[in-house]
């Protein structure tokens, strides 16, 4: 599960509109054979899809088209986006529907230096999907950004990672045990990809959501900061930038209205003056940090 939408606390983060699929054309799967359905998805034609967003500073540089994918094999004690998590509860997009909405904004992504950010959910966990998306917002000249936990990093092809511009790799931990704590998975997936995309050379953002009680254990934050570091060091220049992101109970509701148990609903946010020491530790192994 990714950071979600709306965890930056810069000033200048907001979202310009929120719309839902509104604009986008859904297909009528029901009238069709489940073989038929299937194969549009591994085909990577059709995808499960949440909704999409016009944002600016959240998701990648400039002003992007972010759109959030169903399904995520990881259960994060604090994720932002709980009615993603099934693939099944998504609505069916096809692929050329969607890059017809990318379409429409690359007078704005143009100006703004900005572009398509594809997010969760887990994004790859459509793979087929994402990598047709990518590639068709390549072709439209297009800046491209997946926003994943690395978890799944071995469903992304080369092919697919060529396509892509920028990654947001959320370390969600620094060890095993925390990891799992946080997130029910391993680490060591993560830490895989994040190395496979310096070797490839695809820019990568780092982002980190400090939670009290969860994340911020001092040694976590240490192993937190040498992995960011050591991507660094595989090939210098690949991590742009780290973001520290200060958990909130913005998705609280979601968690109510879903019927699920919210363990983290006592849990306050760090203070700014812990986020920000948090931030020096990122900072002292020389990675810009925000």
Same mark, same amino acid.
Request: a negative charge; glycine letters at 10%.
């Given at each position: ?44 034609? /059709?995808?499960? !899809?949440?909704?999409?967003?016009? &944002?600016? #500073?959240?998701? *990648?540089? @400039?002003?992007? =088209? ?32 969607? /890059?017809?909405? !990318?379409?429409?904004?690359?007078? &704005?992504? #143009?100006?703004? *230096?900005? @572009?398509?950010? =594809? ?32 978890? /799944? ?138």
């Amino acid at each position: 599960m990714t950071a979600g939408p709306a965890t930056l606390d810069a000033p200048s983060a907001c979202r310009r509109a929120g719309a839902g699929l509104r604009g986008i054309e859904t297909v009528a799967t029901a009238d069709m054979e489940r073989t038929e359905r299937l194969a549009l998805m591994r085909s990577g034609e /059709l995808g499960s !899809v949440h909704s999409w967003e016009l &944002v600016t #500073a959240v998701d *990648g540089p @400039g002003t992007r =088209l972010t759109v959030f994918l169903n399904g995520c094999p990881l259960r994060c004690r604090y994720c932002h986006n709980p009615d993603t998590l099934a693939m099944k509860d998504g609505e069916p997009v096809l692929a050329d529907e969607l /890059l017809a909405r !990318v379409g429409r904004y690359r007078g &704005v992504f #143009a100006a703004t *230096g900005g @572009g398509l950010t =594809l997010s969760g959910g887990e994004v790859l966990m459509q793979p087929a999907f994402a990598a047709r998306v990518l590639r068709g917002a390549k072709e439209l000249g297009v800046h491209t950004c997946l926003d994943t936990s690395g978890f /799944l990093g071995a469903n992304a092809t080369d092919a697919m990672l060529a396509d892509t511009d920028l990654v947001l790799l959320d370390i969600k931990a620094g060890d095993e045990e925390t990891y799992r704590r946080t997130t029910g998975r391993s680490l060591a997936p993560t830490l895989r990809f994040g190395r496979r995309l310096a070797e490839l050379g695809v820019k990568v953002w780092v982002r980190f959501v400090l939670v009290p009680g969860l994340t911020d254990d001092p040694r976590n934050v240490e192993r937190v900061a040498d992995h960011a570091a050591e991507i660094e060091a595989e090939r210098p220049g690949t991590v742009e930038r780290v973001e520290v992101l200060p958990f909130h109970q913005m998705a609280r509701d979601k968690w109510a209205e879903l019927g699920r148990t919210y363990e983290l609903a006592d849990t306050p946010p760090p203070t700014p003056a812990a986020t920000e020491a948090v931030r020096e530790v990122f900072r002292a192994r020389g990675l810009t940090t925000y």
